[in-house]
């Protein structure tokens, strides 16, 4: 095991995370079978009492896991010069059979953890908290995700071995490796270029329509969906390219390097805000009881998705503005005469 | 969002003027949380320099250094074995350098003393680094004897000593005239310590160490990107070990929070009680619990962190140097460049601000929850 001080911080952090929503679990069980905001009994009041500290403990553990991702991200590409063979993140994921999953599980739970605090939000606001069992049953929901990612995360971490000859970017996006990686790396550029602009300009299209009437969350959560890995296979397929400014290069994480002025970190960000705010919309969507609403939710639920609309349609515009830039300001051209 | 913020700002506001009244017991525990930041900082800040002055200084070594063993120790690279290994396509210098250490028994410590071909100083002549001058009390222009390790006596004069910048190389270093190093060792003209080789395109260097290795088989071919490689894992090794051990007192702290927070004054509770009282909610006293720690935490991650900058950069980190860069009689003087790195400012904040944050929240839920009817009563 590599002992570095990300690993440290990671470790507290995600084993906080994993050990508070598992000990958050029999409240939130316990709410999911006799929550009654009616009901003035003592198991009712202390399940309120409990909702309060287990809400505030979450949204603290959770608001954590967006800054984990990105602490997780930078603690790979840093521990790289550590294994032969590694030149960036992809090096250090690689070194174990759990790099890449410890990720994907982070990335996992970094979009459900916002779901949460969405709906927590928008519960607290309302004075009859219509959305405690919702956001409870996505807390139970949590958990295993929680478990998993601290558990993906202490097998990475332990199992890194200074000794073994890793493999660097160059070698998983070329021809005789997995067939995800070499399939976005070979997609031609003239198809790439106008799918992706055109998803996520549609994706952008949808979200100003979600702010702008001020409710079809699950649409704008469909097209989040979509968009996401359309964005992240232009990364590998196009964009990368053009940031490196050289025909061969599809790493998808070599950008993130301070060579590159962190430009990687401005890519995802915008990209992962977005995604999180159209899902959190479809979320907030899918869970808010539409029978019985109170006054309350009315107001609430229409104004938190116009907010989520407003920031995934400047998350969209940014990614397509970004990366227009970047394809017409590199010296790679790869359009003809383009 | 102006009448959260006015809410928010207005909680601030009675947060400080609560803090105020308790100041005593609020001073101490930022005391005691800003020397664990303190520490932590000091850490991070010496390690990462640290890092930053190996990387930069070894980026000026061979791309591969060739040594040759006998029965697995070190031995002579011969005339005849650095020419089998040149020329290499890609290599663009191979060079058989002379150096070796001495023990000077005057001062207690080591000397490396190496020859130089380019530029050498005059016979008689030797150029000694800083750590040199300073241990034996010399300047330039005065006379240094050493004892060579066969008996006879040299004296050199000193004709240069290197300034302090350099001093992380050549604090113990003496560089002689190649005839003067032979003469002193008494080693023959034809050997030499190890040869360093120059590799033009930096992807090739692999290739080029393999094809060395089987033109010297026996011989240890070590690469740059291996040194560099070695020192970080080093750094890495002493500092996390370092903070491993300080994380423990950030669970003791953490501990003294939770005590700290749990055990309230009576005024406290009485406070919290009539708060309550006069319609504030347990979200309410809750929140201002919270900006409480935040604001606690805020002035000792900054005091800590201002006293780690200044520890470190200004008084070169007396407390935690010996740990994470050793020592040695003639150990270099060095000034360290001033850097923060963002994710060092996250990684500390995770270490210290978390878990202050998680362990305050329990007894500030505890404190919410109160009963204003039973604690003004005074059976809480």
């Given at each position: 095991m590599i002992l570095d001080k990300s690993v440290l911080a990671l470790l507290l952090a995600s084993g906080a995370g994993a050990a508070g929503t598992l000990a958050a679990a029999p409240h939130a069980l316990a709410v999911l079978r006799r929550w009654d905001l009616s009901s003035g009994s003592a198991s009712q009041l202390r399940l309120e009492r409990m909702s309060t500290l287990v809400s505030t403990g979450m949204a603290l553990l959770l608001l954590v896991q967006a800054p984990a991702l990105l602490l997780f991200v930078a603690a790979a590409d840093g521990m790289a010069s550590h294994f032969v063979g590694a030149m960036c993140a992809?090096?250090?994921?690689?070194?174990?059979?759990?790099?890449?999953?410890?990720?994907?599980?982070?990335?996992?739970?970094?979009?459900?953890?916002?779901?949460?605090?969405?709906?927590?939000?928008?519960?607290?606001?309302?004075?009859?908290?219509?959305?405690t069992r919702a956001k409870h049953g996505v807390l139970v929901a949590l958990i295993p995700l929680m478990a998993a990612?601290?558990?993906?995360?202490?097998?990475?971490?332990?199992g890194l071995d200074a000794s073994v000859i890793t493999s660097c970017c160059g070698s998983l996006f070329s021809s005789d490796s997995s067939k995800v990686a070499n399939d976005l790396a070979s997609l031609p550029v003239r198809m790439a270029i106008p799918i992706y602009f055109v998803v996520l300009a549609t994706a952008a299209a949808v979200a100003a329509v979600t702010a702008w009437r001020g409710r079809g969350g699950i649409w704008l959560g469909l097209a989040g969906v979509v968009a996401f890995p359309v964005g992240?296979?232009?990364?590998?397929?196009?964009?990368?390219?053009?940031?490196?400014e050289d025909p061969l290069h599809h790493c998808p994480f070599c950008f993130l390097k301070p060579e590159y002025g962190y430009r990687g970190y401005a890519f995802y960000g915008i990209l992962f805000v977005a995604t999180a705010a159209a899902v959190s919309a479809a979320a907030l969507g899918l869970l808010s009881p539409r029978e019985n609403a109170s006054r309350d939710l009315q107001e609430r639920v229409p104004r938190a998705t116009r907010t989520l609309g407003l920031v995934a349609l400047a998350g969209y515009l940014s990614t397509v503005a970004v990366s227009g830039w970047q394809v017409l300001a590199s010296g790679l051209k790869l359009l003809g005469d383009a | 969002m102006h009448a959260w913020i006015n809410r928010q700002s207005l909680l601030v506001d009675y947060t400080l003027s609560a803090l105020a009244r308790h100041a005593g017991r609020n001073l101490a525990i930022l005391a005691v949380y800003s020397c664990l930041v303190f520490v932590l900082a000091s850490t991070m800040l010496f390690s990462d320099a640290l890092r930053r002055e190996s990387r930069a200084l070894l980026s000026h070594s061979p791309d591969v250094l060739i040594q040759k063993l006998s029965a697995g120790r070190h031995a002579f690279l011969t005339?005849?074995?650095?020419?089998?290994?040149?020329?290499?396509?890609g290599v663009s210098r191979i060079e058989g350098r002379r150096w070796g250490y001495f023990y000077d028994p005057a001062v207690r410590a080591n000397y490396t003393l190496m020859a130089v071909a380019s530029d050498p100083p005059a016979r008689g002549s030797i150029r000694v680094g800083e750590g040199v001058a300073r241990l034996s009390g010399l300047a330039k222009g005065n006379a240094l004897a050493l004892r060579s390790p066969e008996g006879p006596l040299h004296v050199f004069t000193i004709e240069g000593v290197f300034r302090e910048e350099s001093s992380l190389v050549s604090t113990d270093l003496v560089l002689m005239h190649p005839e003067d190093w032979i003469e002193f060792f008494q080693v023959a003209s034809d050997l030499c310590t190890d040869?360093?080789?120059?590799?033009?395109?930096?992807?090739?260097?692999?290739?080029v160490a393999r094809k060395v290795a089987e033109r010297l088989p026996g011989s240890r071919v070590v690469l740059k990107e291996e040194i560099l490689r070695t020192y970080d894992s080093l750094f890495d090794w002493r500092?996390?070990?370092?903070?491993?051990l300080a994380s423990l007192l950030a669970a003791s702290f953490a501990v003294l929070a939770w005590n700290k927070a749990s055990g309230l004054a009576a005024d406290e509770r009485r406070e919290i009680g009539i708060l309550k009282a006069i319609g504030w909610d347990t979200r309410d006293v809750l929140t201002m619990k919270l900006w409480e720690g935040a604001l606690v935490s805020g002035c000792a991650f900054g005091t800590g962190l201002l006293a780690a900058w200044i520890h470190v950069f200004h008084f070169r980190a007396p407390l935690v140097a010996p740990v994470l860069a050793g020592w040695s009689v003639l150990y270099p003087r060095f000034d360290l460049t001033p850097?923060?790195?963002?994710?060092?400012?996250?990684?500390?904040?995770?270490?210290?601000?978390?878990?202050?944050?998680?362990?305050?929240?329990?007894p500030a839920w505890k404190a919410a929850i109160t009963d204003p009817d039973a604690v003004m009563r005074g059976s809480e």
């Open positions: 992809i090096g250090s994921l690689k070194v174990n059979p759990f790099g890449f999953p410890a990720l994907i599980t982070q990335i996992a739970a970094f979009f459900g953890t916002l779901i949460w605090l969405v709906l927590n939000a928008v519960d607290g606001g309302c004075r009859d908290y219509p959305l990612s601290f558990g993906l995360e202490i097998a990475y971490f332990s992240l296979a232009g990364i590998v397929s196009f964009l990368s390219l053009y940031v490196y | 005339a005849a074995d650095v020419e089998r290994i040149g020329p290499l396509r040869a360093a080789v120059t590799v033009v395109n930096p992807a090739e260097v692999r290739n500092e996390g070990l370092l903070l491993a850097s923060l790195d963002p994710w060092m400012l996250l990684t500390l904040s995770f270490l210290t601000i978390f878990p202050y944050t998680l362990a305050t929240l329990v």
